[in-house]
């Protein structure tokens, strides 16, 4: 999976509350609606200068808070392609992949607000088009990867009747089986 787009620069520890403030959470139930809310504490004008595939580019510990799939599905609705970060909370990187909103874990120093990155999720790289260079990416297992180009969990389940190598019957009876890559 290739993508291409600009990227837009935050720093360390953006929890769920930055991604989609929660006075919004509370009172607005459809996606697309809070999805123009994006970051608007951090950024009131940031939803304004997004585009289509572009990139969140972040540091140290990206989606820590709530465990709810809000906010990468905010992310995601937004029109965001992926987030790239130094590291994430490990509940936010899970509900990510089960939206199909593409993660990856990188150093993300060389990168400038603005700059224009295609990144290869099977490759494991990120070339800034901007700058030069080449970026290594924690690459994502085969069956993320699967599951991202499906559209998400719930859509790789649709389509597979569970994970690849799985029955449909042992998916259901939520009893484990093999989970084949």
């Known amino acids: 999976m290739e993508l291409r ?3 837009h620069k935050l720093g360390d520890h953006i929890n769920t509350d930055y991604i989609v403030s929660a006075k919004y959470k509370a009172r607005i139930s459809d996606i697309k609606e809070l999805a123009t809310h994006i970051m608007e504490d951090l950024d009131p004008e940031f939803y304004s200068r997004i585009r ?12 820590s808070g709530s465990s709810r799939e809000t906010a990468p599905l905010v992310i995601r609705e937004a029109g ?8 994430f909370a490990r509940i936010f990187f899970r509900n990510a992949i089960n ?3 593409p993660v990856a874990v990188c150093d993300t120093d060389a990168i400038e607000d603005g700059d224009v990155l295609r990144v290869d999720l099977a490759r494991g790289q990120v070339i800034n088009e901007s700058r030069g260079g080449v970026l290594s990416i924690a690459p994502l ?4 990867q699967e599951i991202l180009q499906d559209g998400g969990l719930e859509a790789h389940f649709k389509k597979h009747g569970g ?8 998916a259901r009876e939520g009893n484990g089986g093999e989970l084949a890559g």
């Open 163 to 170: 994970f690849r190598g799985m029955s449909a019957a042992t």
């Open 5 to 7: 787009g600009r990227a």
């Open 141 to 144: 297992p085969p069956l993320m």
């Open 52 to 63: 289509p595939g572009d990139f969140i580019v972040a540091g140290e510990n990206f989606g």
């Open 80 to 87: 965001i392609a992926a987030v790239l970060a130094k590291s």
């Open 99 to 101: 939206v199909g909103l």
